[in-house]
């Protein structure tokens, strides 16, 4: 019989932070793939298993363009007319033009390069670390650790003065934490945008050792240039900071997993695969049917929108044992954190540079690393955020 997920859900089961809301799991246990009807009436799909997700992202028949993305998930937009993705926003763009945008940076970030930056990956978690010890025994984890070390990286590697990053850090929060109304929202996305275009000037005038500057040899145009910064700014930042924040929290809550990786140092680069499965940060995309499919035994019809769920993909048991289970140990991989297809994560092996580096310098430097607060106390990111995470994370240890 087929299932239908009525509406999306806005939070998840109390005392279950780091599982997918409890509706998405039990549509997952009917089966792949629910019917899901749209707020303003269009009748859509909902895929909640992994092998589904996993096809639909390797297939060019469907669609990640903007201007195709009609139906929100939770709002009725009308007939409101969705415009394409501004110039360089390749994520919301297929090929040839995604191609386009892509290529030139994917030789920027290669496993070597990442590898490369390791180093100073490694002295910039120690400053963090020592000024969380000199100004101790307590800190928000989120401020002092978490949104520092990947923004200070990605900084550097885009060539954004660093000493900027309070404000677009703000902005970029604003326009992917999902707690600000269209205005304000509006308003953040527009001034990040006004800072790129200046940052983008200034490389032109005076170019400098970086990605932005290395580009500036293309046929990019600036507008073009001002939105693949915006791409690799927001993503480079915002992922990284949740999963290092959440990922202690999750470590926290599971102590024999973290007394594990505590006591064996080579299970890190698999415990940042597990992290990354277990709480799939960057939960939910959508894509559009350029034609008719057949998919789970099911015809999905052109023009029609399908929401993946990437959370329930990497907790589907038909893919992962004991799915709902942290474990550092984990020797099935494979997850779909970083996306499959012409769009997965450009950034991948800088995320894992950083989290491979962040994580356990943390818990060696603590090791007496608690939560300061209940755990049911810590803020969480409201659902409707692009990216999950905790806004805050209080913690201690002793002196």
């Known amino acids: ?139 928000d984890l989120v401020t002092a650790f978490a949104k520092p070390i990947p923004a200070i990286v990605i900084c550097e590697l885009l060539g954004v003065p660093y000493e900027d990053r309070g404000s677009f850090q703000d902005n970029i929060d604003k326009f992917l934490g999902g707690e600000v109304g269209d205005e304000e929202l509006i308003a953040a996305y527009t001034a990040t945008q006004q800072y790129l275009a200046e940052l983008v000037a200034a490389k032109r005038a005076h170019p400098t050792d970086d990605v932005l500057s290395d580009l500036l040899d293309s046929d990019l145009t600036d507008e073009e240039l001002q939105g693949m910064a915006l791409i690799l700014l927001s993503a480079g930042f915002d992922t990284t900071a949740n999963m290092l924040a959440l990922g202690t929290f999750a470590l926290l809550q599971n102590p024999e997993q973290l007394a594990a990786l505590r006591a064996d140092p080579t299970l890190t680069d698999g415990a940042v695969e597990e992290l990354m499965r277990y709480l799939t940060v960057a939960k939910m995309f959508m894509r559009t049917a350029l034609e008719d499919v057949e998919l789970g035994g099911r015809t999905i019809k052109a023009g029609t929108t399908v929401i993946l769920s990437y959370n329930t993909a990497n907790r589907d048991p038909e893919r992962f044992t004991d799915p709902h289970t942290l474990n550092v140990r984990r020797q099935d991989g494979g997850h779909l954190a970083f996306g499959h297809g012409i769009h997965q994560c450009l950034g991948q092996q800088l995320a894992r540079v950083e989290m491979r580096v962040a994580f356990p310098a943390l818990l060696n430097r603590f090791p007496t690393l608690r939560l300061a607060v209940p755990a049911e106390e810590v803020a969480l990111r409201p659902e409707a955020a692009d990216i999950y995470g905790v806004k805050s994370l209080p913690v201690t240890w002793d002196a």
């Open 1 to 139: 019989m087929e299932h239908t997920v009525t509406t999306m859900p806005t939070a998840r089961q109390s005392g279950c932070p780091f599982d997918p809301p409890k509706e998405l799991i039990e549509a997952r246990e009917h089966g792949p793939i629910s019917r899901y009807p749209f707020p303003d009436g269009h009748q859509g799909w909902l895929v909640t298993g992994y092998d589904l997700v996993r096809s639909v992202l390797a297939d060019p028949r469907f669609s990640s363009r903007k201007e195709f993305m009609r139906h929100h998930p939770t709002i009725d937009m009308g007939d409101f007319e969705v415009p394409p993705a501004p110039p360089g926003e390749f994520l919301l763009m297929d090929d040839p033009e995604h191609s386009r945008y892509r290529k030139p940076l994917v030789g920027k970030f290669t496993v070597r390069r990442m590898r490369l930056l390791t180093e100073r990956v490694e002295q910039v978690t120690a400053e963090h670390l020592d000024a969380m010890e000199k100004a101790g025994p307590s800190a």
